[in-house]
């Protein structure tokens, strides 16, 4: 509300007021002013507050979703070019692994595991498989992959025995850490339920 001046004023004191009153307004604008941009100012940060909350709800959603699924690889081995009924030769399997999947086989003839191709701004990656070989089946590593123990570990070829490996990037696939254990089913007998 501006000050009014009262018509009893000298003119001195009119010029006074009015400065007063030109004072007044100029801070009740820039008050004006100020109060606007913050406004402003808080309505965008909660935009992008808002934008970035959603960001990150999506983003566990989606990794929650690629460990929920499971790849599996069915009887590697049976693959029809180049039959070995015909030429006596075994053929070889590439299990192709995808990035951040779980993946499972079972490995019927000589093998090779190939890491995924991925791109510069991929920097942490991981893959994990699980799977049983035969002692008639041979398995190929790449040859990027280093080991705790220095060198690839010995797989159990039982054709039972589950060999699991984990292999692990920070380098956008350049280089890989491999790692190994096993998980031996027991035989459950023909008595127990």
Known sequence: MPFIIPNVFKAGEKAIAEEINENFNYLKQSMEQINNTLGSRIDST?????????????????????????????????????????????????????????HSAAILANSEIILPTLEDDDKMVNCFIEFT????????????????????????????????????????????????????IPEVSSNEQ
């Open 46 to 102: 909660n935009s992008t507050l808002g934008d970035d909350i959603e960001e990150l709800n999506s983003g566990i959603d989606s990794i929650s979703d690629n460990l929920s699924q499971k790849e599996t690889i069915v009887r590697l081995g049976t693959i029809n070019s180049p039959d070995p009924l015909e030429d006596g030769q075994i053929p070889t399997a590439q299990i192709e692994l995808q990035a951040d999947r779980i």
């Open 133 to 184: 070989i035969d002692s008639q089946s041979t398995l190929a590593l790449p040859l990027n992959i280093k080991w705790p123990e220095g060198e690839p570990p010995e797989l159990v070829a039982d054709g039972v025995t589950i060999n699991r490996f984990l292999f692990d990037t920070t380098s956008s696939g350049d280089s890989w850490c491999g790692y190994f254990n096993t998980l031996s």
